[in-house]
């Protein structure tokens, strides 16, 4: 009773701002002298403090604010992407307090690329270990981490079930990553890179009334993270999303998936790097993923006729497989994310125009935009997940030492 009292309070200063303990009692029901006592108990455990006095109310003497406390709990989003591998800490008030992006380590074969486990998750837990060193610096306490592949995940294995841009097949990434960290691993969730990213901008887009959204992630892969009435839908076995293989072309080319003609044939970023020179920089998958864009960017900007070509078509290819979203899930926004969000000045308008023509009804249409989180968009979910632990549990979070509360 208790645990679920704090967190409907640290949950309603976390979602709404800070407010005075009238406020809270007011908007939550609990009683003054309840609201008082909790407080009290978060306050011991750094998750909320005293803010500036509130002077708004005309009637009685002004009430002092409370508000998240930014200062002591945080989490870790750790995102698997075949081009990168990304890690954010966030604290409790939302901001990063540490972030970093690695190239994916990747093995040349005469096969192609082949992303092998072992080395990728030696340097995840690197990663992590770089977090969890930055949050100590910071004298931050973890409340959790949540690791982003790009497939679906098997929650209760924390495994990849499956990752076709990677070759990866029923990876037991929690266990991998236990026995590198051991102790020092704080409590894992796995989720998929889309579905976090999703997550992650749901927030933003609630705030103008948004509810209903599907975000894209276009990579060598695409994927699509749901929310529909503001849940997430995972789909009855976790794979909701893998919409990157929609067939759209039986006679298209055979797609890593080993179908023919999948969406991400058609639009994945792959079909842009194809267009450049073998040995362009773009193409190396040694080089950040942020320099690659960069250097597609500065080649556009210079009027290069084969990305001009590519990116004047790509509209119609996206419209294709965003039509059959649309059709079947009527979300009311699409967010734009990976490379598509990096390239939304010749996507975005096109996209929109596209869909708008084919609209059953006006009630029907759909506002295209581009993700403001960008290339952090799923490590940013990750760790909001994480912190999510502590949102619904706050005695997880250890009391301060005496005398350090400061409400
Ligand atoms: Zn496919």
């Given at each position: 009773?208790?645990?679920?009292?704090?967190?409907?309070?640290?949950?309603?200063?976390?979602?709404?701002?800070?407010?005075?303990?009238?406020?809270?009692?007011?908007?939550?029901?609990?009683?003054?002298?309840?609201?008082?006592?909790?407080?009290?108990?978060?306050?011991?455990?750094?998750?909320?403090?005293?803010?500036?006095?509130?002077?708004?109310?005309?009637?009685?003497?002004?009430?002092?604010?409370?508000?998240?406390?930014?200062?002591?709990?945080?989490?870790?989003?750790?995102?698997?992407?075949?081009?990168?591998?990304?890690?954010?800490?966030?604290?409790?008030?939302?901001?990063?307090?540490?972030?970093?992006?690695?190239?994916?380590?990747?093995?040349?074969?005469?096969?192609?690329?082949?992303?092998?486990?072992?080395?990728?998750?030696?340097?995840?837990?690197?990663?992590?270990?770089?977090?969890?060193?930055?949050?100590?610096?910071?004298?931050?306490?973890?409340?959790?981490?949540?690791?982003a592949p790009p497939g679906p995940v098997d929650y209760?294995?924390?495994?990849v079930r499956f990752a076709s841009?990677?070759?990866?097949?029923?990876?037991?990434?929690?266990?991998?990553?236990?026995?590198?960290?051991?102790?020092?691993?704080?409590?894992?969730?796995l989720e998929n890179d889309a579905k976090l990213s999703a997550l992650?901008?749901a927030?933003?887009?609630?705030?103008?009334?948004?509810?209903d959204l599907v975000y894209l992630t276009?990579?060598?892969g695409v994927g699509a993270g749901i929310i529909a009435d503001g849940n997430l839908i995972r789909g009855w076995s976790g794979f909701s999303g893998e919409v990157g293989h929609i067939?759209?072309?039986?006679?298209?080319?055979?797609?890593?998936c080993?179908?023919?003609?999948?969406w991400e044939?058609?639009?994945?970023?792959?079909?842009?790097?194809?267009?450049?020179?073998?040995?362009?920089?773009?193409?190396?998958?040694?080089?950040?993923?942020?320099?690659?864009?960069?250097?597609?960017?500065?080649?556009?900007?210079?009027?290069?006729?084969?990305?001009?070509?590519?990116?004047?078509?790509?509209?119609?290819?996206?419209?294709?497989g965003a039509?059959v979203l649309v059709?079947v899930l009527n979300p009311?926004?699409i967010?734009?994310?990976?490379?598509?969000?990096?390239?939304?000045?010749?996507?975005?308008?096109?996209?929109?125009?596209?869909?708008?023509?084919?609209?059953?009804?006006?009630?029907?249409?759909?506002?295209?935009?581009?993700?403001?989180?960008?290339?952090?968009?799923a490590?940013?979910g990750?760790?909001?997940?994480?912190?999510?632990?502590?949102?619904?549990?706050?005695?997880?979070?250890?009391?301060?030492?005496?005398?350090?509360?400061?409400?």
């Amino acid at each position: 009773m208790r645990s679920a009292n704090l967190s409907l309070l640290l949950r309603h200063l976390h979602d709404h701002g800070g407010r005075t303990r009238a406020a809270l009692s007011q908007e939550t029901g609990l009683s003054k002298a309840a609201v008082t006592s909790l407080i009290a108990d978060l306050a011991e455990r750094g998750l909320v403090q005293e803010g500036k006095i509130d002077r708004r109310g005309t009637v009685g003497r002004p009430g002092t604010e409370v508000r998240i406390d930014p200062g002591h709990a945080a989490g870790i989003g750790l995102e698997l992407n075949v081009d990168y591998l990304a890690v954010s800490l966030r604290d409790l008030g939302g901001q990063v307090r540490f972030r970093s992006s690695v190239p994916m380590p990747l093995v040349d074969g005469p096969d192609g690329r082949s992303y092998p486990p072992g080395p990728v998750l030696d340097l995840a837990a690197q990663q992590l270990r770089e977090a969890l060193a930055a949050a100590g610096a910071e004298g931050l306490w973890v409340a959790g981490a949540t690791i982003a592949p790009p497939g679906p995940v098997d929650y209760e294995g924390a495994s990849v079930r499956f990752a076709s841009n990677l070759g990866w097949s029923d990876v037991p990434l929690g266990r991998a990553l236990e026995q590198r960290l051991g102790t020092d691993l704080p409590p894992l969730s796995l989720e998929n890179d889309a579905k976090l990213s999703a997550l992650a901008e749901a927030p933003r887009l609630a705030r103008q009334g948004i509810t209903d959204l599907v975000y894209l992630t276009g990579d060598i892969g695409v994927g699509a993270g749901i929310i529909a009435d503001g849940n997430l839908i995972r789909g009855w076995s976790g794979f909701s999303g893998e919409v990157g293989h929609i067939g759209l072309d039986p006679a298209g080319p055979r797609c890593r998936c080993g179908r023919r003609g999948c969406w991400e044939t058609l639009v994945g970023f792959d079909t842009v790097l194809a267009v450049l020179d073998a040995e362009d920089p773009a193409r190396s998958g040694r080089l950040p993923m942020q320099e690659r864009l960069r250097r597609i960017r500065t080649l556009l900007d210079a009027g290069d006729a084969r990305l001009e070509d590519r990116f004047a078509r790509l509209p119609e290819d996206l419209v294709r497989g965003a039509g059959v979203l649309v059709d079947v899930l009527n979300p009311q926004a699409i967010v734009l994310g990976g490379y598509f969000g990096a390239f939304a000045d010749r996507l975005v308008r096109p996209v929109q125009e596209a869909l708008d023509l084919r609209l059953l009804a006006q009630d029907g249409r759909v506002e295209v935009s581009a993700s403001v989180l960008g290339l952090d968009a799923a490590a940013a979910g990750g760790a909001a997940v994480a912190l999510e632990r502590v949102l619904a549990d706050p005695l997880l979070a250890p009391p301060l030492p005496a005398g350090a509360a400061r409400a």
